[in-house]
């Protein structure tokens, strides 16, 4: 259904996705969710409650996606090996876009604590995902940080480069 609600997070998704969390204004996201300003305080008290229901649909979003991505294989190697194909899938799906959580991490300010909870909770979610997968809990932590990295270079050079360097990495540690 697409409720006045369902359009302003989906309108505020693609803003902050594109354009980043400070550069979006409420009223740009009024305007093109086509709600009213009643509306958008109806469902939202501040844009930082609004940005905390983003980043949980978003969390949702990805990890659902990822573990489908993943669900196939077998072996914690093809597994872990398909949790980096995933992000040459985004990268793709989304043209270099990044991590929606470290791109808002890097805008909001030391105050803004509900916003970093929901990105603590999900890269924590990211970290169970490589501890499940990985029992030695060193080589997670290392799987893990070339994750990270791989996303955030990734996007920086527009590019699977090093992507795939830490697929073959990885294979070599697996």
């Known amino acids: ?10 309108t505020a998704s693609g803003l902050f996705h594109q354009q980043g969390y400070n550069s979006t204004g409420i009223n740009q996201i009024i305007k093109e969710a086509k709600v009213a300003k009643a509306s958008f305080y109806q469902h939202f008290k501040s844009k930082d409650d609004l940005c905390v229901e983003f980043l949980n649909a978003r969390h949702n979003y990805w990890c659902d996606e990822l573990t489908k991505y993943v669900s ?8 872990v090996s398909a949790a980096f194909d995933f992000i040459i899938h985004m990268n793709a799906k989304e043209n270099f876009r990044g991590c929606s959580f470290l791109n808002i991490l890097s805008e909001i300010s030391a105050d803004q604590n509900n916003i970093l909870a929901v990105i603590q909770a999900h890269k924590n979610s990211l970290r169970s995902f490589f501890k499940e997968e990985i029992e030695d809990e060193l080589l997670a932590a290392h799987v893990y940080l070339l994750f990270e990295s791989s996303i955030i270079e990734s996007q920086l050079f ?8 830490s697929k073959e990495i990885i294979n070599n540690l697996l």
């Open 1 to 10: 259904m697409n409720t006045p609600k369902d359009r302003i997070i989906n």
């Open 158 to 165: 527009k590019s699977n480069e090093f992507v795939e360097k």
């Open 72 to 79: 196939k294989k077998l072996t914690t190697k093809e597994k």
